[in-house]
């Protein structure tokens, strides 16, 4: 509660032989004055002691009661989190047809007992709001400190690319502060549910996916990252194909072998003489024709396939291919 200190004594001194000595106190010992009239006073008791020059003494008590008496109460100190908003309501009492604001840096912001803030000047981390309060001619204000927390740094980890089957860990270094809280999803690959509240949860690639992990700093403020997992599709090989022009089957096509680079197919009869190259056709799939674009016969192939793996590592695929018209 505030009160006014606007009063004021004028004393008056009848008797005895001036000059005077005056000596003022209050209740509480803490107010000392040796004037005639004193102000700036708060409510109170007062005590005045009078000595003249024939060390005559006279002493008086006063008491002060406040005839406007206003309390302004801005709420306690309080923490928000970077980019959160916050409203704050001032309460008041003892004014009949009070004059509010609310003050940031000395200048009004708002014009009611209540202000809405966003706070998301990443520059500012300490605000005073200062609630005024005017009555006649008479203010009273209270203030509240208001401290931004800046948001969690957060790291999912750097995105990867894996086999079918591969377990792999999510996760930065580290994910997020010490003693925070973690949510990762989806929980697509997860082997156990609970996993997902961990800071870096284990997983086993199963299929392509986007996580998103959510951290809650001990402050209470929140912030995310996301780590993109991708599994390396498999080279499908068929095994056949028949080339005879009834628009089935009539080349055979290599699946997913785009997904890779520096590829190379290769296709030899079984005296090792190439009957195919991919690249000597401009990566056309081979149709069953042989280097002398003549259909080769019916029969039993074989091929080489070479690419560069997701870790820049040479791969490569053999087998058979068996041409059927």
Known sequence: MLLFNDASINLIISGGTSPYVFSWTDLSGTFFSNNQDIDSLLAGTYYISVLDTNNCTAVDTITLTPGLEITANAGPDTLVCFRDSLTL????????????SWNLLGSAVSSGTSISYTFDDSATTIYD?????TEQTCTVQD??????????????GNDAVFGFGDAFTLGGNPTGPINSSYIWTPLTNF?????????KPEIEVNSSELYIVYVTDSNGCKN???IKVDLIPDIVVPSAFSPNGDGINDSWIIQNLEQFTNTSVRVYNRWGSMVYDMDQVGGENWTGNGKNSKSVPVGTYYFIIEYDGFNSQKNNITGPITIIR
């Open 89 to 100: 309501t001032g309460v008041t009492s003892g004014a009949t047809n009070p004059v509010i």
């Open 143 to 156: 203030s509240i400190m208001v401290i931004v927390a800046p948001l969690p740094m957060v790291d999912a």
């Open 191 to 199: 082997d156990y549910e609970e996993d997902s509240i961990n800071e």
């Open 129 to 133: 709001f200062v609630f005024v309060v």
């Open 224 to 226: 995310s990252d996301t």
